[in-house]
């Protein structure tokens, strides 16, 4: 499945609009992931454990969003956004959601 965060894709005419989809991950922050992230904080340097799940958690976003797609018949999804919030008690989830416009493509 062909993204994009254009509303079109390089070279191709998009024939049809077939609808918005989308794809949701919610992720539970955990406890050892938190400790060390706060140590990466206090001496510097970069989260990895949370940047690995920020990564997971947008990959599936995007699977599910094409997967949906796919279930349309489309060719391609435009217009792609990616938005991430912070859920649940002390902030302690977090949710990537994917969501653009599925098209047919000439």
């Given at each position: 499945m062909i993204t994009s965060t254009t509303p079109y894709v390089a070279e191709r005419e998009i024939s049809q609009t077939v609808g918005?989809?989308?794809?949701?991950?919610?992720?539970?922050?955990?406890i050892f992931r938190d400790l060390f992230a706060g140590i990466t904080n206090i001496i510097g340097g970069r989260a990895g454990g949370y940047e690995k799940?920020?990564?997971?958690?947008?990959?599936?976003?995007?699977?599910?969003?094409?997967d949906e797609a796919a279930k349309l018949g489309a060719d391609a999804v435009v217009g792609v956004d990616l938005d991430y919030e912070s859920l649940g008690a002390d902030n302690g989830m977090l949710m990537v959601t994917a969501a653009g416009t599925a098209v047919k493509l000439r």
């Open positions: 918005v989809v989308s794809g949701e991950a919610i992720i539970g922050a955990h799940a920020l990564r997971e958690a947008r990959d599936i976003a995007l699977r599910e969003m094409c």
